[in-house]
């Protein structure tokens, strides 16, 4: 605004398509002519400001360089860029490729520029194109940041420039855009460099244009020369790139590629800019940080937060682009850091109505000055190691928020708590898949009796429904009749009848109808003569049959406040126990006459003092909300005691009620086409007065157009919800970037109290696969007894005493249509093994598929029938099998060394227990084990721990604590600090004291030892005294240990690692304890060692933690003692004395291997957290001789050359990957040398060393691999602090090891130590294992090449005295 635009020149030509008639090699020559997406014409020249003639460098960045513009230009035009300061031949400038949806795989690019190159004098230098890898000459590196896999690095060369020191010189060279590099892209930034270092590179005319020329020679875009810093090496062709006749006619633009898709173009701040971004308050800074997610160039930096709301604004433009019923996608990086010492602020998003972590807040103005606000929450966010969290969240643009005609629109990106500084990166805001253009046969466009207009429009909560999306037609009444009085639970909610009857009020308080409602409609209701905040209009709900248990209502309604005199009222819904603002209050009467009220606020309720506002939350009915309910009055109360109370518009809807058909044969043409049609007979009603246990997944279709998180979850994989569905319908789940088989969306089943011995439930759905690659449909074959590459079902029930049965549901009668939807049908009857005690939870992952592969899941349903078919029975052993397989990873080796290690099974199995029942039909399930069948090893060792230990070593694993000696040798920090405090409990010298706790785990870690002593089924006390401080004011800090999932109380943090690399999480809380804020307290907590630990537990970290961030936590007398003496013998289940006992003993991470499939996966690129199918680390106990087959004499000890640096050619056989490699002096312990490297861009840098010789790496061995290590920030030469108890970190060191195979196999396995202990200032040592599997060896070794790498971007790695030793 305020801005003068001056245009010139401007030109809208259609692009030339006559094509030469010579074919490149690199396209196959079968085709002479190229094709092209229709929409790749809409997309031209992706290259913004690259003549410079507007004298500046808008859209571009130095990189390891300055740069400026410079005249005269190309051809006497008035500018050229020029760069300076150039120290590599990397140096040049950047920008980032717009809009990325252009670069479809199999587009084909046409790349150039006009360049010269001089001296500081001007005099013109040269080069020799014709060098097959020059660096001399101008050339271009392309990096495309991944969201899956490993970044793409390549270099485009002209090597038929003719050049000419003095004159400008043309650079061309093309590229196609491969599925490779395609798939999971997440930006293009392209870098125009190239020239001797301290040259200066001059560019003018630089343009990425689609192109339909074919030049003569291969194109220089196939990096087919890569130099040794590529990583990814791409072919150089395009194999599904497949020339055809070129379109001919004017081109078709395809309907999403256009000004409206994404709306924020300058979310990712890589040129530096935020000058289209304001600040929402005044003396907030908003800036750029550098580095930005993922190490790129920036992000956009928020600080002086005094509140959650505070946050950067954007204006979204053009308003026009904003449609009634579009569906829009927002979504962004973020991370959260403490403005005042720099520390990572971690938050929960899980919380549904959040405000501590990263939000949107959505304000649009009408042109009559009436405001909407929506907040936009990811409940499903979680932090990756950095702290970086990916948010993702949907609305759908309705005519609330539209209003007489959108006017403005803003996005406050805001959230986290006051003093954070807000990152923010990769801001987008874009249209989702358009809606399809026939109303679905499942939603009616037209209700019943002149009722609202129903759509396939998502439902929102900016958005909730007039009607029931789902209404059957008048033409069949009988289908349902319970369904219509619970459409709207309350009625005359407009008052448009001009009264307010069915309303009363409650004692202190007076209501009437008003003669001015919302939106110039005739009546609202006016609350006056209010004593309290609590008073006001009161209504009954009814019939309370209507509120089925876990059914979820979106409750809203238009209100404003004012004095006596009229005047508007101001209230701040942001306080989370606001009282003078509206609110809604549930009273809610048990049969014995008790009242319970619940609180339902809006805290994201935008608030106008002169105008109406908007109340908008959800409420989910629970089983103990209804648990003998005998009425449920709602009062819309809120505001401050005399305060005048306005309201209109009520609703309390159901945002979605499935309604299956009585008879599918003969329902009408608009009833929903999604009602099964081959099951067992249903029960004639299905609606809201149905018992909950009828259909236990209500949104399975959704139509609700958005995921409920507290329902929904991605079980190690990335869902969102696309359209259309199936049937045509609104919408479907999906679920991708799943690189195992048992990747996929995950459901609670719940109440679990219908889960009784003996039901028998039917589980059915519609399904698609197809490749996330191509977008070609999947095919699988159903038949095979124990797939994996088919839809399945994979049910995960744990029962109240911990105990955990698996069941894997498949349809073996399925017939599988690879182009189309799919319908699965199973079984399953919940057995004796599953319940006893009781089950505590279900879920249910709906997975299955080749990895890569995306599925789409639609009409989900999981209820009981009173008819049992006999096709297809579920079967279900009847006890758990006597002997479970050892799984490691997805590696089982087929034999084993003559002298096994401890741990490691002498035989192996063949994928499933032994012990299954035999079962005679052929439409079999495949059962798992009812525990976890990864822990226990079917043949015991011989040397294997005694498993009933005795004597003094059990009988307190943590006697050796005692702080009065002042000892911590057997204690540390875990993220903070921790010392000593005095005096310590009851008068004694120290106890233990955390502080400097700027994280929710942050407190004291110790391991547990010896570890044979945690035999499966014993039960151990857990006992300590413990306080809390203020850590400013050492004032007691209160806390409610009532609250079984709170942090704001002491408990402790069992982190049991396992030797195949896998962990799992328990706590141990006391719910019991009488917290005094003023004095020490006594922590009494308990835990069942359960078939999950397993025997090859490599160790157990023990961390005591609790309390708000920045409390100091005191600890003394600590004991861990077995709960009835030293057992004799394993007991044979858990002590039924400690029912209460089950407090999450079951892994964070769900098991990746099962008997039944060990599919073998070959990595083509190095995934970012250690994969899960190859053993990361050795046995926890290990025999004291090492295996007849291990070769450990000569040459098989260390098969590192040059570990130290200190030989007379210390750096041969040592290479740079992605860095720069130099001798450091000293080295480790003061000797001479120690390897130095640097200019390191990724975690992944480092340097790299083949191993030798490989016959020593024979199957069954276990070899150590430990190296010292220290990093330095590169720019100031600081120690740098790393935390290497995070499970998959990057920010240490580890080792990225590469195995080659003879048949060119290529697998990835990185080796971290989790257990080390690291000193920012000085040498740390890093130490692991590895064992050689049958999967390891493969076919054979051509090579196997450790990577040694891990750090932050722009640290220095330094290393010295590696070692890898046989065990």
């Avoid at 005691?641 to 009520?650: F, R, V, W």
């Amino acid at each position: 605004p305020g801005s003068v635009l001056v245009i010139d020149d401007i030109h809208w030509d259609k692009l030339e398509t006559q094509l030469p008639t010579s074919t490149p090699t690199s396209i196959p020559s079968a085709s002479p002519s190229l094709s092209f997406s229709p929409s790749i014409y809409a997309c031209g020249d992706l290259m913004s400001n690259g003549d410079a003639e507007d004298g500046h460098i808008r859209s571009w960045e130095p990189y390891m360089a300055s740069m400026g513009v410079i005249a005269p230009g190309h051809d006497d035009s008035k500018y050229a860029f020029r760069v300076v300061n150039r120290k590599r031949w990397k140096s040049g400038i950047t920008a980032s490729l717009s809009p990325r949806y252009c670069l479809q795989s199999g587009s084909f690019w046409r790349v150039s520029f006009k360049a010269r190159i001089v001296d500081s004098a001007g005099n013109g230098l040269n080069c020799d194109p014709t060098e097959r890898s020059y660096t001399d000459c101008p050339l271009v590196v392309l990096v495309i940041q991944k969201n899956i896999g490993d970044d793409v690095n390549m270099i485009i060369r002209d090597h038929h420039m003719d050049w000419e020191p003095n004159n400008w010189n043309t650079f061309t060279g093309y590229l196609t855009i491969t599925p490779e590099m395609a798939i999971g892209a997440k930006s293009y930034k392209v870098t125009y460099a190239g020239g001797a270092r301290d040259a200066i590179l001059i560019l003018d005319d630089i343009a990425w244009a689609t192109s339909s020329e074919i030049p003569s020679e291969t194109p220089t875009g196939a990096p087919t020369d890569l130099p040794t810093e590529s990583h990814s090496l791409l072919p150089t062709q395009s194999p599904s790139f497949t020339p055809t006749s070129s379109p001919s006619g004017n081109p078709t633009v395809n309907p999403t590629v256009d000004g409206c898709y994404d709306m924020i173009h300058d979310g990712s701040a890589e040129n530096g800019d935020v000058s289209g971004w304001t600040h929402v308050i005044e003396n907030m800074s908003v800036g750029v940080y550098f580095p930005g997610y993922r190490g790129s160039s920036y992000a956009i930096s928020v600080g002086g937060k005094n509140t959650w709301a505070d946050g950067v604004r954007k204006n979204i433009t053009p308003v026009t682009c904003i449609e009634e019923g579009q569906f829009w996608r927002v979504s962004f990086n973020a991370r959260l850091y403490n403005e005042a010492d720099g520390r990572r602020v971690d938050c929960d998003a899980s919380f549904g109505e959040y405000t501590d972590c990263p939000l949107v807040w959505l304000r649009a103005i009408d042109d009559n000055k009436n405001t909407f606000n929506l907040i936009l929450r990811d409940n499903s966010m979680v932090p990756d190691d950095n702290g970086w969290m990916s948010f993702k969240s949907y609305f759908t643009a309705t005519s609330d928020m539209l209003g007489t005609g959108l006017s403005l629109l803003t996005l406050d990106f805001a959230g986290g708590p006051a003093g954070a500084v807000l990152l923010l990166d990769d801001i987008t805001m874009t249209r989702s898949t358009p809606f399809p253009t026939t109303t679905p046969t499942n939603a009616p466009s037209v209700s019943p009796s002149g009722g609202p207009s129903v759509g396939p429009t998502p439902f929102h909560p900016s958005n909730p429904p007039t009607g029931n999306p789902t209404v059957l037609p008048t033409t069949s009444p009988s289908l349902n009749p319970t369904i219509e009085p619970c459409r709207h639970l309350i009625n005359n909610g407009d008052f448009e009848i001009g009264d307010i009857s069915g309303w009363s009020t409650t004692e202190q308080s007076d209501a009437e109808v008003s003669f001015s409602g919302y939106g110039d409609s005739a009546y609202a209701m006016k609350s006056f003569n209010r004593g309290r905040w609590t008073d006001g209009p009161k209504y009954e709900i009814s019939p309370l049959s209507c509120l089925t248990e876990n059914e979820l209502f979106y409750i809203s309604f238009k209100t404003k406040m004012t004095d006596v005199n009229g005047v508007g009222l101001a209230c701040d819904s942001s306080v989370l126990a606001y009282q003078d603002c509206p609110l809604i209050i549930l009273d809610i009467t048990r049969e014995d006459g008790s009242v319970k009220q619940k609180y339902i606020r809006d805290n994201g309720m935008a608030w106008d003092v002169n105008g109406w506002n908007t109340f908008g939350a959800y409420l989910e009915v629970t089983p103990r909300m209804m648990q003998s309910t005998t009425s449920i009055k709602v009062t819309f109360a809120g505001a401050p005691p005399g305060a005048i109370l306005y309201l209109d518009n009520i609703t309390w809807l159901l945002p979605h009620t499935y309604v299956p058909s009585l008879n599918p044969t003969s329902n009408p043409t608009a009833a929903p086409s999604t009602s099964p049609t081959s099951l067992p007979t249903l029960s004639p009603s299905m609606g809201p007065t149905q018992d909950a246990c009828e259909q236990m997944i209500k949104d399975g279709d959704a139509e609700m157009g958005q995921i409920v998180t507290t329902r929904w979850k991605a079980h190690s994989s990335d869902i969102d919800i696309v359209a259309p569905g199936h049937g045509e319908s609104g919408y479907a789940y999906k679920a991708y970037n799943r690189w195992k088989w048992n990747n996929g969306l995950e459901r609670v089943i719940s109440p679990t109290r219908c889960l009784a011995e003996g039901t028998y439930w039917n589980v059915k759905f519609d399904v698609k696969l197809y490749n996330e690659a191509t977008g070609e449909g999947v095919d699988c074959d159903p038949s095979i007894e124990n797939y994996t590459d088919c839809p399945l079902v994979w049910a995960r029930l744990v029962g109240t005493n911990g105990k955990r049965s698996d069941v894997i549901l498949r349809d073996h009668d399925m017939a599988w249509d690879p182009a189309n939807w799919n319908t699965f049908v199973s079984h399953i009857t919940i057995t004796p093994d599953m319940v006893v005690n009781g089950i505590e939870s279900v879920g249910v992952v709906f997975a299955g598929g080749p990895p890569g592969s995306i599925i789409l899941l639609d009409d989900v349903l999981w209820f009981t029938t009173t008819d049992m078919p006999t096709s297809r029975p579920s079967v279900v052993p009847s006890s758990s099998p006597s002997s479970s397989p050892s799984i490691t990873g997805s590696a089982i080796p087929t034999a084993s060394p003559s002298s096994s290690p401890t741990g490691i099974p002498t035989s192996s199995p063949t994928g499933a227990p032994t012990s299954l029942p035999t079962v005679s039909p052929t439409n079999l399930h495949s059962i798992l084990p009812s525990s976890d069948p990864t822990a226990v090893p079917s043949v015991v060792p011989t040397n294997a721990p005694s498993a009933s230990p005795t004597g003094d070593q059990c009988v307190d694993m943590m006697r050796d604590l005692n702080a009065d000696t002042g000892d911590m040798s057997k204690v540390e920090p875990f993220v903070g600090k921790l010392g000593l405090s005095s005096p310590g409990y009851g008068g004694s010298n120290y106890a233990y004291k955390a502080y400097d706790r700027w994280s929710e785990t942050s407190g004291m870690k110790m391991n547990l030892l010896p570890l044979k002593c945690l035999t499966e089924g014993t039960t151990w006390f857990v006992n300590f005294k413990v306080k809390l401080e203020d850590g400013t004011t050492g004032d007691g800090v209160s806390c409610d240990p009532s609250d079984a999932e709170s942090t704001g109380c002491p408990y402790v943090w069992l982190r049991v690692v396992k030797t195949t690399g896998q962990t799992f999480d328990v706590n141990i809380r006391d719910d019991n304890v009488e917290w005094d804020p003023e004095n020490w307290n006594s922590f009494r907590g308990h835990v069942t060692i359960t078939p999950d630990f397993g025997p090859n537990i490599k160790t157990i970290h023990t961390i005591f933690t609790g309390g708000p961030l920045g409390s100091v936590l005191l600890l003394d007398n600590l004991s861990w003692t077995p709960t009835t003496g030293i057992p004799t013998a394993t007991p044979t289940g858990v002590p039924t004395t400690f029912p209460t006992l089950a407090h999450s003993i079951l892994p964070t991470v769900s098991p990746t291997d099962v008997p039944t499939m060990t599919p073998t996966i070959s990595h083509s690129i190095v995934p970012t957290s250690s994969p899960t199918n190859v053993p990361t680390a050795g046995p926890s106990e290990l025999p004291t001789e090492a295996p007849t087959q291990n070769p450990s004499s000569e040459p098989c000890g260390n098969m590192m050359i040059d570990e130290n640096g200190e030989s007379s050619d210390p750096l041969s056989g040592w290479k740079a990957v992605g860095s720069q490699l130099e001798l450091s002096s000293p080295g480790y312990g003061n000797t001479g040398h120690a390897y130095k490297t640097f200019n390191r861009w990724s975690w992944r840098d480092g340097v790299e060393h083949d191993l030798g010789p490989l016959r020593c790496l024979e199957e069954g061995t276990t070899w150590i691999v430990s190296f010292k290590a220290r990093l330095e920030d590169e720019a100031t030469g600081e120690g740098l602090y790393c935390d290497s108890s995070v499970d998959e970190y990057t920010d240490c060191p580890l080792v990225w090891l590469r195995v080659i195979k003879t048949n060119g196999e290529r697998s990835d396995m990185v080796l971290r130590d989790n257990d080390m202990v690291w000193n920012a200032d000085g040498w740390n040592t890093f130490k692991t294992h590895v064992a050689i599997t049958n999967e390891f060896l493969g076919t054979g070794l051509k090579y196997v090449r450790p990577i040694f790498a891990g750090g932050r971007t722009g640290s220095a790695l330094f290393l010295d005295d590696f070692m890898w030793i046989p065990e």
